[in-house]
T-cell receptor, first 113, second 115 residues
Framework: GDSVTQMEGPVTLSEEAFLTINCTYT??????LFWYVQYPGEGLQLLLK?????DKGSNKGFEATYRKETTSFHLEKGSVQVSDSAVYFC????????????FGQGTTLQVKP | ETGVTQSPTHLIKTRGQQVTLRCSSQ?????VSWYQQALGQGPQFIFQ???????GRGNFPPRFSGLQFPNYSSELNVNALELDDSALYLC??????????????FGPGTRLTVL
């Protein structure tokens, strides 16, 4: 079945460092891909999405490009802030009747001042 | 525009009890999905409701059941609670469009602890 694999965390960076969180997926067809962020004690917030190959999703300085050839959707940010500390989830949406989201296990990012 | 809301925020139950969690969907959304997020894990799909009917189900036993009401709000019921049911339960609403491309909007979740 479809699945998502993320790099294990925690990822610890200093403020203003470059961030990459790797995400690869297995799916039949071409699902939409998402990055969600979860701040401590909160639910999930959509960070960005891409709906077809070569699309680049971007928001709040974060970017990810839908790479069909490598089945990847890596999250990047050029300069992280302490406020970016959170858990990041990569997800794909199933192309079946429900469009259910299939999530990776999450990557914890800690940014130190 | 009102976002997705869930109640209660926190809940503590004992093994064998039953629990009902509630979700109000975002304005204009007619589809509600429920997810279970165990500590340190990604959310897992429980089921989805569309127009008051169950529209799909993940790998959860029948003691997990749900309802959707005419106003598109939804309930998740769990019977015979087990310790492993302790988790954050997330509700997500979406519109009805091309499958696989609908954006889902999540509520803040209900933290269930089973003792």
């Amino acid at each position: 079945g479809d699945s998502v694999t993320q790099m294990e965390g925690p990822v610890t960076l200093s403020e203003e460092a470059f961030l990459t969180i790797n995400c690869t997926y297995t799916a039949t067809g071409y699902p939409s891909l998402f990055w969600y962020v979860q701040y401590p004690g909160e639910g999930l917030q959509l960070l960005l999405k891409a709906t077809k190959a070569d699309d680049k999703g971007s928001n709040k300085g974060f970017e990810a490009t839908y790479r069909k050839e490598t089945t990847s959707f890596h999250l990047e940010k050029g300069s992280v802030q302490v406020s970016d500390s959170a858990v990041y989830f990569c997800a794909l949406s199933d192309l079946g009747n429900t469009g259910k989201l299939i999530f990776g296990q999450g990557t914890t990012l800690q940014v130190k001042p | 525009e009102t976002g997705v809301t869930q109640s209660p925020t926190h809940l503590i139950k004992t093994r064998g009890q039953q629990v009902t969690l509630r979700c109000s969907s975002q304005s204009g959304h007619n589809t509600v999905s429920w997810y279970q997020q165990a500590l340190g894990q990604g959310p897992q799909f429980i089921f989805q409701y569309y127009r008051e009917e169950e529209n799909g189900r993940g790998n959860f036993p029948p003691r997990f059941s749900g309802l959707q009401f005419p106003n598109y709000s939804s309930e998740l019921n769990v019977n015979a609670l087990e310790l492993d049911d302790s988790a954050l339960y997330l509700c997500a609403s979406s519109g009805r469009g091309l499958a696989g491309h609908n954006e889902q909007f999540f509520g803040p979740g209900t933290r269930l602890t089973v003792l």
